[in-house]
Every structure is written in structure tokens, then in C-alpha cells.
């Protein structure tokens, strides 16, 4: 059977190391202009803002999206 390999930027990639990468480029006070969400401005970490994107989706999304926009840059 032939190996098809997925067209999805997020398949395998798990929400804490899509956090952990944007977080290591943007840094949290950059992901908080980019992404307006009070996990990112008010006290941040990583597992709090873990918490709150797991319960919210549309923030997830919009967290995912940035990532997905930002993968280019991360290969530099």
C-alpha cells in the first residue's frame, strides 16, 4: 500500500509544541499583540495557557492559524 502523507501543517504536531515554538519565537508579549487572549497578556505560562486553549476553541484556532503562518519562519 503506498504511504500518503498528509497535506495538514498540524497533523502530528501537538498544541504544547506549537505553544512551546511560538512561544520561543514571538515570545509572550508579541503572541499577545498577535493573538488578543488574556493567557498571553496577564501572567502568562505555558500551562496556563495550555488550560485555557484546550476549553476554547476559537482561541485555538487562532493560535493555530498563527502558527501555521508562521512555520516558514521557523525553518530560518
Known amino acids: 500500500m503506498e504511504n500518503l502523507k498528509s497535506k495538514d501543517p498540524l497533523h ?3 498544541l504544547l509544541r506549537i ?3 511560538l512561544v520561543d519565537y ?7 499583540e498577535l493573538v ?3 493567557c498571553f497578556t496577564d501572567n502568562p505560562s505555558i500551562k496556563s495557557s495550555l ?3 484546550r476549553k476554547t476553541d476559537w482561541a485555538r484556532k487562532q493560535v493555530e492559524d498563527l502558527y ?3 512555520l516558514s519562519k521557523f525553518a530560518k
Open 51 to 53: 488550560t485555557f486553549l
Open 19 to 21: 505553544l512551546e515554538q
Open 26 to 32: 514571538y515570545g509572550f508579549d508579541t503572541l499577545g
Open 12 to 14: 502530528g504536531t501537538t
Open 36 to 38: 488578543k487572549i488574556k
Open 68 to 70: 501555521v503562518q508562521s
